[in-house]
């Protein structure tokens, strides 16, 4: 693999011409694709194999329309105290407010008038207006939200608190401003690491372009193949991250050749050569855990992985042949001036990069490495016991899907969670939907059974359909729909029912979507896991380096799964991190940061011990080889890191509860993982291992191919600068 690489890297970085022509290329007829697609519209969301299900295809079938996947909200009037919602005055508003919303939008399906639905509470203080829509909350237009709220501000002039819930004020998280700051902060730390604009600027610019032609796609295909709005977020996330790890890895292994006194071109092949082996298989992780989603069987969370990877791959390409080509265009500003100043003064291009590369003055990666390799057992136990405290919290993990409830209390759906709460009773946001499939008799049977659990607030009379041989029951529950009790009831009335009995509903979903997600988490750990191990055992060639990559992941993920609870479940330190009300915990959390971070800590893990090995088999000895992995990966590493970190924690101030949740857990994971685990963990063990972690059964290193990702056949350690041995290498 070095050898075809190698080749490679210098083919682009001669042809740099052409080489950028075809990526602008591609660039360009992504944009356009992308423009001239038709509008994408929200994908269908299924839960194939739950119950929820199939109520509510049932639903579909029997109930045509009574299923449909449009946008509703709710108006909710609470009148001043001492007042009542049936004073004449009072409902003389709340009838001209329906009448606004009926004529405000032709999206609109219906409008109830809470006096003749029953809509009005008890005590008369909260009523509200519940209006339907033809299209999902993603496909309403501007004016028809506008339209909601100015009916809602309306009525709050005229002496009623007003609030306004439901899905169809919900738009799409703006992440423009969090992806635009994460850049900056990328740029900052790219610079300080590399003291050049030009070599800062290259990893930002191609991972730009990388995303620019992966989501330019996705939304180009995203009416055709059903991929909806939303699928574009994973793969903008990941595709920036990669993007920027991957182009920063191949340029600092281009500036440490040419420190080594390698001509530009040569320096450029062995960059890709080498660094760029470890992009190959670092991204090969990545798409193994993106595609692995599949197991889960949820066709939206497929799609979001395929396309995601399909990202990660442009991002390798990339990496692979457009970045020696922009090198080859930079010439010597890849360099700090102080180092173009030391060239230019007889010195060599290397300054001081070069002197720590060959043992000079040792920099911070080789002082911890020594450190590390002196007291191995001290700060392995350290690692372990600190990420297992913070691990902790996770035991007491409660999964679920965030509602209005969850949001701030400074939005007006929050609001309106909370009046129709205390006006209703707290289940009122959650009512379950059971679907009978006999006739009247039988739906007459299925109240009274459910009448005769506990738990529950109302329970209306059985509605059949126009055949006769289907029936709709409501139930409101006494608890809100995230609690257990609700989860128990829900539960209860499928046990105490028979098989013609279906439970459904957005609560019912979100519980049958918690237990999915948990049965898939260790199908799709196993799968993500023993795929990489096989990957990391042909890259590394040694059995226990794998398996320490894989142990060490998992306790940075678990140790990020507890400090999300902590955070979001428990309200530790909420405050700092504007969470106001805790909750359970997103039911995809788990799985989809097992899927991120194990990509990204793969990444860490096959660029730091990558080096590792080039030392070792190039003669150096254990100890020798981990500080000189360090001393030359270990700045690199950080910097990325740290990249990913500022990416993610910009996430943490949007209101958007589950995009705070997620941007939060990733953030956490990496610090924990690339901090802890890689910079700490690792070389503990490589140093408490020594010549035993490099150790591979001869059976097996006859059955391995040898893909010579360290690039051993390039050079021998007796070359001299420049010297290039590709007819070593096997491929």
């Avoid at 730390?189 to 930002?204: E, I, K, Y």
């Avoid at 055949?467 to 809100?480: H, N, Q, S």
Wanted: avoid cysteine; aromatic fraction near 6%; glycine fraction near 12%.
């Amino acid at each position: 693999m070095a050898t075809f690489l190698y080749k490679l890297g210098r083919t682009a970085f001669r042809r740099r011409r052409l080489v950028a022509l075809l990526w602008v290329a591609l660039l360009a007829l992504a944009g356009v694709g992308a423009a001239t697609a038709p509008t994408a519209t929200s994908s269908s969301f299924s839960i194939p194999g739950t119950e929820a299900q199939r109520a509510f295809d049932l639903l579909e079938e029997r109930f045509p329309g009574a299923g449909a996947d449009g946008a509703t909200a709710r108006v909710v009037f609470k009148a001043p105290e001492g007042e009542k919602m049936t004073d004449p005055a009072h409902k003389a508003v709340v009838e001209e407010t329906v009448a606004a919303l009926r004529s405000g939008s032709d999206q609109i399906v219906q409008v109830t008038d809470p006096y003749t639905a029953h809509a009005v509470s008890q005590n008369g203080s909260t009523a509200y207006v519940s209006v339907s829509y033809k299209v999902n909350a993603m496909e309403l237009t501007d004016g028809t939200r506008e339209a909601l709220t100015r009916a809602g501000l309306n009525a709050q002039g005229k002496g009623l608190t007003v609030e306004v819930g439901g899905d169809a004020l919900q738009t799409m998280p703006e992440q423009g401003a969090s992806e635009a700051i994460g850049i900056v902060l990328a740029g900052i730390v790219l610079v300080v690491t590399f003291g050049s604009l030009v070599a800062a600027g290259l990893p930002l610019l191609t991972a730009v372009i990388g995303v620019g032609i992966g989501v330019s796609s996705i939304t180009a295909l995203a009416e055709a193949l059903d991929l909806g709005t939303t699928t574009s977020t994973l793969a903008s996330m990941i595709g920036l991250a990669v993007g920027i790890d991957y182009a920063l890895f191949i340029v600092s292994r281009y500036r440490a050749e040419l420190a080594e006194g390698r001509t530009k071109e040569d320096a450029a092949g062995r960059a890709v050569g080498t660094a760029g082996s470890a992009v190959v298989f670092a991204g090969l992780t990545v798409v193994i855990a993106l595609v692995g989603l599949a197991v889960v069987n949820i066709p939206m969370l497929t799609k979001m992985g395929f396309a995601a990877a399909g990202t990660v791959v442009i991002a390798v390409l990339i990496a692979l042949t457009l970045i020696p080509a922009l090198l080859g265009f930079a010439g010597d500003k890849v360099v700090s001036r102080k180092q173009r100043k030391g060239a230019r003064g007889g010195g060599g291009a290397q300054g001081g990069e070069a002197a720590a590369g060959a043992g000079g003055k040792p920099n911070g990666g080789t002082r911890w490495a020594r450190f590390v390799i002196r007291r191995p057992l001290m700060v392995l136990i350290v690692g372990v016991l600190g990420l297992g405290a913070i691990a902790v919290p996770a035991a007491s993990l409660e999964m679920g899907l965030p509602d209005d409830g969850v949001k701030p209390t400074s939005t007006t759906e929050r609001r309106a969670y909370d009046a129709l709460s205390d006006g209703f009773g707290p289940g009122f946001n959650g009512p379950l939907l059971v679907v009978v499939d006999g006739d009247r008799a039988t739906a007459d049977r299925t109240v009274s059974t459910i009448k005769g659990l506990g738990g529950w607030a109302a329970v209306t009379p059985a509605t059949p359909n126009k055949a006769g041989d289907a029936a709709m029951i409501t139930v409101v529950p006494k608890d809100r729909p995230s609690s257990a009790a609700t989860e128990d009831l829900v539960h209860d009335i499928r046990d105490a029912t028979g098989d013609d009995v279906l439970v459904t509903g957005a609560t019912a979903m979100n519980i049958d979507f918690s237990q999915k997600m948990n049965d898939a988490l260790v199908p799709y750990l196993a799968l993500v896991v023993g795929l990489a191990f096989v990957l990391l055992t042909l890259v590394f060639r040694s059995v226990l380096v794998p398996l320490k990559a894989a142990l060490g992941f998992l306790l940075s993920v678990v140790a990020a799964l507890g400090a999300v609870v902590a955070v979001f479940q428990w309200g530790w330190l909420g405050g700092l991190f504007g969470v106001e009300q805790t909750g359970p915990i997103m039911s995809m959390m788990p799985i989809f940061m097992v899927g991120v971070v194990f990509g990204l800590a793969m990444d860490y893990e096959v660029f730091l011990v990558t080096r590792m090995r080039e030392a070792y088999v190039h003669g150096q000895r254990p100890g020798e080889a981990i500080v000189t992995g360090f001393r030359h990966s270990a700045r690199v590493v950080t910097a990325a890191a740290v990249i990913m970190i500022a990416v993610f924690s910009g996430f943490i101030g949007m209101d958007d509860q589950m995009v705070k949740m997620i941007g939060f857990g990733l953030a956490a994971a990496v610090l924990f993982d690339a901090f802890v685990v890689r910079m700490a963990i690792v070389p503990a063990v490589l140093a408490l291992l020594g010549r035993k972690a490099w150790w591979l059964p001869r059976w097996l290193d006859r059955v391995l191919p040898n893909v010579d990702v360290e690039g051993e056949g390039l050079a021998r350690p007796e070359d001299g600068p420049g010297v290039a041995r590709p007819d070593l290498v096997k491929v």
